[in-house]
């Protein structure tokens, strides 16, 4: 069983020495993976290659679950992933150790929680594109301008008596995106 301590700051100015301090008091003999990268997204090159290389039975501990990653749907999904492979996650600021039943349940409930948290958001989301719609204020999506270039080279075509499936192959657009267009044109 092999134990990696993931540390990760944002920026180059930043330490992970407290990090890394927090895991090797705990694992003295923990191998750190230190990387400067945004948290964004947990495609970043040094915690990929740490999970391409841990196998069954190893750890990942980190000090809080923003060195992972900020997206918390991502995050789970991803834990219970290697979870399945055998491969266990401790998260030392919330007590979590996912090799214990105990917290298994608590990122289960964590998990619930982003999930809720998803959800409700996408329903504010909802409703204020209601309220937006019914102000008249909200169009959607607009096309960029280079869009709006193609489809109107495309209802050029068309006036010339080409089929609209023609003309917006020929302008280099997809046809639901000339209809779309036209729609938006009358409305």
Known sequence: MAIYGYVRVSSKEQSTTAQESEILNKYPDATIVREKASGKSIDRPLFQTLLNQVVKSDKIVVREMSRLGRT???????????????IEFEILNIGVDTSSVSGKMVLGILSSVAQMERELLLERQALGIAEAKAAGKYKGKQASPATVKKCQEALSYVANGMSKEKAAKASGIGVATLYRYIKNQHE
């Open 72 to 86: 918390q749907g991502e995050l789970m999904l991803m834990i219970e992933e290697y979870q399945a492979q055998g």
